[in-house]
């Protein structure tokens, strides 16, 4: 029998290579731009453009515009292909008067700007920091429950709540992977963290911890079918048991979120992005982070309680 768990220092080498990274990418997003993460408008508030021109626009008469309308602080970023004639454009809060004159100004002095597909949208401060906290409050909340479900559920197994660490403790490592990757794509593609980035976040969370309990489930209910085998055995049995089933139920997601990335629009493109390598991470560390922990922790326990007897 094949043993996953024995290879568990490759697994350990390799995401602490990624986790590594990411902290890397992370401290050099806050050097090249104040910040570990780009935020949008939803967590720093301000006000947002997206502007369609239906002829060539350069970033200067962009920037030239917003300053002549009292906004020369203006973050200006090019959108999707060059031809595409598009623009996002972040800066503090404008009046609705301001508004109208930037409009009517880019249109006078830049290029001819498609109403119809220009966007325009403000959040206060306020509410910013309100969607914050919220997001932390909601991680923290999430990782609690899983702890206390995982030790309910698996009471009747001895260390129940090595389980339950072990889970989120595989749970911040794909968070930590997915939020370098992004940060990475901020500093390349400029992508800035909103709210969608947040639901990728949590939906990551739920797809990380149902895999390894799929797995931790199987553990449970091999260990008094196989009392004569060591628990490392039990563990690797549990998971070539229940693998197939993860891999086929992930792949049917991962093909329909690679169509999205390919064939969908670029405003949902970094959302979907961050669930698939979210997805694929949680996979990953179902078996090659989690249980290895569990393996672990009980080997090391079974040792110090042997020292303890002799």
Do not use: C
């Amino acid at each position: 029998m094949f043993n996953l768990v024995e290879k568990r220092r490759w697994f350990f080498t390799v995401s602490a290579v990624l986790i590594l990274l990411s902290l890397g990418t992370l401290v050099l997003t806050q050097v090249r731009f104040g910040m570990p993460l780009r935020l949008a408008v939803d967590f720093t508030g301000g006000s947002l453009f997206v502007l369609h021109f239906d002829g060539p626009a350069t970033e200067t008469g962009i920037q030239a515009v917003f300053a002549a309308n009292g906004l020369p602080e203006t973050i200006i970023q090019r959108l999707g292909r060059p031809e595409d004639n598009t623009w996002q454009v972040r800066t503090r809060e404008v009046t609705p008067e301001q508004v109208r004159a930037i409009f009517s100004d880019l249109a006078a002095q830049v290029a001819p700007v498609n109403r119809d597909l220009s966007t325009y949208e403000s959040v206060s401060p306020i509410v910013g920091g309100e969607v914050t906290r919220a997001a932390g409050i909601a991680i923290s909340v999430a990782a609690i429950i899983i702890v206390g479900f995982i030790w309910w559920s698996f009471r009747r197994v001895p260390h129940s709540v090595r389980y339950g660490v072990s889970a989120i403790a595989a749970m911040f490592h794909d968070l930590i992977i997915v939020i370098g990757f992004y940060a990475l794509m901020g500093i390349l593609q400029g992508w800035e963290v909103d709210a969608l980035f947040l639901t990728a976040v949590l939906t990551v969370t739920s797809f990380s911890v149902q895999d390894t309990i799929v797995i931790f489930d199987r553990i449970r209910e091999n260990i008094p079918r196989y009392r004569e085998e060591s628990f490392e055995r039990v563990a690797n049995r549990s998971i070539l048991e229940t693998i197939h089933r993860s891999l086929a139920t992930q792949l049917n997601a991962i093909f329909v979120m690679i169509a999205i990335i390919l064939f969908g629009g670029d405003t949902i493109r970094p959302f979907i992005t961050a669930m698939l390598v979210g997805m694929l991470v949680g996979t990953y560390s179902s078996f090659g982070i989690a249980i290895p922990l569990v393996v672990v922790w009980e080997q090391a326990a079974s040792r110090r309680a042997k020292k303890a007897t002799a």
